[in-house]
Protein backbone atom coordinates (compact mmCIF):
# COMPACT_ATOMS: atom_id res chain seq x y z
CA UNK A 1 0.00 0.00 0.00
CA UNK A 2 1.42 3.63 -1.08
CA UNK A 3 1.10 6.28 1.57
CA UNK A 4 2.80 9.54 1.88
CA UNK A 5 2.87 11.31 4.97
CA UNK A 6 2.71 14.77 5.29
CA UNK A 7 3.63 16.25 8.89
CA UNK A 8 5.17 19.34 9.86
CA UNK A 9 2.43 21.91 9.85
CA UNK A 10 0.96 24.38 12.06
CA UNK A 11 0.09 27.55 13.08
CA UNK A 12 2.64 30.20 13.21
CA UNK A 13 3.09 34.18 12.86
CA UNK A 14 4.31 36.15 9.80
CA UNK A 15 8.01 36.36 9.38
CA UNK A 16 8.21 32.49 10.90
CA UNK A 17 9.54 29.63 9.80
CA UNK A 18 8.08 25.55 9.07
CA UNK A 19 9.75 22.93 8.21
CA UNK A 20 7.44 20.22 6.35
CA UNK A 21 8.41 16.73 6.04
CA UNK A 22 6.77 14.09 3.46
CA UNK A 23 7.44 10.47 4.15
CA UNK A 24 6.65 8.16 1.52
CA UNK A 25 6.07 4.12 1.85
CA UNK A 26 4.56 1.23 -0.53
CA UNK A 27 7.24 2.45 -3.34
CA UNK A 28 10.28 2.94 -4.68
CA UNK A 29 11.00 6.11 -3.37
CA UNK A 30 14.19 6.87 -5.07
CA UNK A 31 12.46 6.57 -8.01
CA UNK A 32 9.86 9.14 -7.97
CA UNK A 33 9.86 12.62 -8.08
CA UNK A 34 8.29 14.42 -5.25
CA UNK A 35 6.12 18.14 -5.74
CA UNK A 36 4.70 20.21 -2.87
CA UNK A 37 1.21 21.54 -3.91
CA UNK A 38 -0.61 23.95 -1.80
CA UNK A 39 -4.57 24.68 -1.94
CA UNK A 40 -6.70 27.49 -0.12
CA UNK A 41 -10.37 27.29 0.52
CA UNK A 42 -12.18 27.86 -3.00
CA UNK A 43 -9.25 27.60 -4.69
CA UNK A 44 -7.43 24.74 -7.46
CA UNK A 45 -3.74 23.08 -5.54
CA UNK A 46 -0.99 25.43 -6.83
CA UNK A 47 2.45 23.64 -7.33
CA UNK A 48 4.73 25.19 -5.10
CA UNK A 49 7.86 22.81 -5.88
CA UNK A 50 9.08 19.94 -7.23
CA UNK A 51 12.18 17.62 -7.05
CA UNK A 52 13.16 15.12 -9.08
CA UNK A 53 13.91 11.70 -8.03
CA UNK A 54 17.66 11.88 -7.02
CA UNK A 55 17.99 15.56 -6.24
CA UNK A 56 19.58 17.00 -9.07
CA UNK A 57 16.67 19.21 -10.00
CA UNK A 58 14.57 21.71 -8.58
CA UNK A 59 11.74 23.33 -9.72
CA UNK A 60 9.34 26.59 -7.18
CA UNK A 61 6.85 28.46 -8.35
CA UNK A 62 8.06 31.98 -9.75
CA UNK A 63 6.22 34.01 -6.63
CA UNK A 64 8.11 31.93 -3.94
CA UNK A 65 11.58 31.54 -4.87
CA UNK A 66 13.94 32.51 -2.18
CA UNK A 67 11.18 31.91 0.69
CA UNK A 68 10.75 28.30 -0.40
CA UNK A 69 14.04 25.36 -0.34
CA UNK A 70 12.80 21.60 -1.11
CA UNK A 71 15.32 18.72 -0.47
CA UNK A 72 15.06 14.68 -0.28
CA UNK A 73 17.26 12.45 2.19
CA UNK A 74 16.12 8.74 -0.03
CA UNK A 75 17.81 7.18 2.63
CA UNK A 76 15.25 8.17 4.39
CA UNK A 77 12.18 8.35 2.08
CA UNK A 78 11.14 11.75 3.33
CA UNK A 79 11.57 14.87 1.06
CA UNK A 80 11.48 18.50 2.93
CA UNK A 81 9.99 21.49 1.94
CA UNK A 82 11.32 24.54 4.02
CA UNK A 83 9.36 27.92 3.81
CA UNK A 84 11.19 31.12 5.56
CA UNK A 85 9.74 34.45 6.61
CA UNK A 86 5.69 33.22 6.37
CA UNK A 87 3.30 35.38 4.94
CA UNK A 88 -0.46 35.15 5.37
CA UNK A 89 -1.17 34.36 1.94
CA UNK A 90 1.13 31.22 2.41
CA UNK A 91 -2.01 29.99 4.95
CA UNK A 92 -3.74 26.57 3.27
CA UNK A 93 -3.33 22.72 2.87
CA UNK A 94 0.10 21.90 2.13
CA UNK A 95 0.16 18.64 -0.08
CA UNK A 96 2.89 15.88 -1.26
CA UNK A 97 2.44 14.01 -4.66
CA UNK A 98 5.21 11.78 -6.44
CA UNK A 99 4.91 10.20 -9.83
CA UNK A 100 7.99 8.15 -11.23
CA UNK A 101 10.70 9.83 -12.61
CA UNK A 102 10.18 10.05 -16.49
CA UNK A 103 10.78 12.57 -19.15
CA UNK A 104 7.95 15.01 -19.20
CA UNK A 105 7.66 18.83 -20.79
CA UNK A 106 9.49 21.33 -18.06
CA UNK A 107 6.51 23.40 -17.56
CA UNK A 108 4.47 20.03 -16.34
CA UNK A 109 5.79 20.09 -13.00
CA UNK A 110 3.23 21.70 -11.10
CA UNK A 111 0.10 19.85 -12.91
CA UNK A 112 -1.56 18.04 -10.40
CA UNK A 113 -2.49 15.66 -13.09
CA UNK A 114 1.19 14.79 -13.68
CA UNK A 115 1.31 12.65 -10.06
CA UNK A 116 -0.14 9.39 -8.94
CA UNK A 117 -0.11 8.96 -5.73
CA UNK A 118 -1.19 11.91 -2.99
CA UNK A 119 -0.45 12.21 0.69
CA UNK A 120 -3.61 13.70 2.79
CA UNK A 121 -2.41 16.74 3.51
CA UNK A 122 -0.43 19.46 6.24
CA UNK A 123 -2.76 22.51 7.41
CA UNK A 124 -0.35 25.63 7.62
CA UNK A 125 -1.73 28.67 9.53
CA UNK A 126 0.10 32.25 9.22
CA UNK A 127 -1.45 35.42 11.17
CA UNK A 128 -0.69 37.32 13.98
Known amino acids: QVQLVESGGGSVQPGGSLLLSCAGS????????ICWFRQVPGQGREGVSY????????NYADSLKGRFTISRNNAENTVYLRIDNLKPDDTGIYYC?????????????????????WGQGTQVTVSS
Open 97 to 117: AARQDEPMDSSDWSRWYRYTY
Open 26 to 33: GITFRSYA
Open 51 to 58: IRSNGDRT
